[in-house]
Structures are given as C-alpha cells and as structure tokens.
C-alpha cells in the first residue's frame, strides 16, 4: 500500500485545457515535495511546501497543501506539449529522513 | 542539470555478477539517498547516507550495500543479481537531512540484468 495515493495515474488533455493532479494521504507529512519525470531521465524538482494551506505557483504551475497537511494538488492552467511527463508527489513524515512517493501521474498534453 | 553525477549511464550484466554504481552529489550536499524505480513498484527508497554515516534504510535487500566516502561519494554494490533488479537506480543529494528534505537527483543508471 502507497503512503501517498496519486489520482488520476493516467491524464490526457488537449493543449490550452487546465488539469489537476491530486496526492493524497492518511499520514501527516512534514514537507511535501512535487517532481516531473521525464522517460529515462531522474526526477526534477518542481517545488517543496512546508506549511498546511500553503499556496505556491510556479508560471502556470500552482501547489497546494492541504491544511492538515495530509493532502496536496498540482493545477496547470492553459497546459502546452512541454508539460508533458510524469508527475510524483513526496512526502517525509515527521521525524524520518525518507521521502516515500506516489506512484505518479503520467500527464499527456496533445497539441 | 541537478548537480548529481552518476555513473555509468547504463550497464549491462548476467545474473549472478556483481555491479558497483557510483553518486556525485551536488557540491555542498552532505546526504546521499539511493533510489530504485522499477514499472511495476515506482520510485522506491534504499538507503540514505550523511556525511559518511548510514542514516535511514528503506526496502534495500541484503544482496545490496552501499557506502559514503570522505568525500561524500558514494556507491551503491549491488551482488548475486536476480532478473528482477533489472531497474533503473537513482542517486539523490540534498544539503541536510532535516525537515523540507528537498532532494535533488541524478540522470540515473539503467542496469539490465539478462
């Protein structure tokens, strides 16, 4: 069983729609982090958040953690071809070093 | 480019060899994490090393040991391979081990095990 369960696993959406990706957990995490993947290459990092109800955007990239900090969202708005990849969230719990992520979400962005 | 150098970029071996997989971490960073990604288990986390010291063990199978050297190096000895440590293997730096853990990866090492 995952610690963080990403929803949808599969997204595929025409260029200019918006798109949301949903990580979500019973466990209360520390920090969160979201990483794109592209096929064979590692993952990079897109951004971190810390605080519950935290709001961060980057471009047409906004993050949300959840007050509880249980939950988090990733929404791309006017999504282009480039946005393409796999999407992971992370997480580490309180008092751990790891980071356990999700399974990921695979973003398809047709032109 | 994240700053974490691995190598190599891809190995190819038979079951039963013994492979060694090599981590730069970014200049500064202290921790060294090791990850496997496999399609059917996802990115999954092995160990973590801190400056030199084993820091947090996650599901790294007794055939497989790693080490950080004096200058925060680090390999990844993987032994007895099975067909099914086929994966790809990412080395991850960050700055401490605290809290945002923010971690930074490298391109990866494709092994194939035939």
């Known amino acids: 069983t995952q610690l963080l369960e990403q929803s949808p696993q599969f997204l595929s959406i025409q260029e200019g729609e918006n798109l949301t990706v949903y990580c979500n957990s019973s466990s209360v995490f520390s920090s969160l982090q979201w990483y794109r993947q592209e096929p064979g290459e590692g993952p990079v990092l897109l951004v971190t958040?810390?605080?519950?109800?935290e709001v961060k955007k980057l471009k047409r990239l906004t993050f949300q953690f959840g007050d509880a900090r249980k939950d988090s969202s990733l929404h791309i708005t006017a999504a282009q071809p480039g946005d393409t990849g796999l999407y992971l969230c992370a997480g580490s719990l309180s008092n751990d070093y790891k980071l356990s992520f999700g399974a990921g979400t695979t973003v398809t962005v047709r032109a | 480019d994240s700053g974490v150098t691995q190598t190599p970029k891809h190995l190819i071996t038979a079951t039963g060899q013994r492979v060694t997989l090599r981590c730069s971490p970014r200049?500064?960073?202290?921790?060294v994490y090791w990850y496997q990604q496999s399609l059917d288990q996802g990115l999954q986390f092995l160990i973590q090393y801190y400056n030199g010291e084993e820091r947090a063990k996650g599901n790294i199978l007794e055939r497989f040991s790693a080490q950080q050297f004096p200058d925060l190096h680090s390999e990844l000895n993987l032994s007895s391979l099975e067909l099914g440590d086929s994966a790809l293997y990412f080395c991850?730096?960050?700055?401490?081990?605290?809290?945002?853990?923010?971690?930074?990866f490298g391109p990866g090492t494709r092994l194939t095990v035939l």
């Open positions: 200049s500064g960073d202290l921790s």
């Open positions: 991850a730096s960050s700055a401490t081990s605290g809290r945002s853990n923010e971690q930074f």
């Open positions: 958040v810390v605080t519950g109800g």
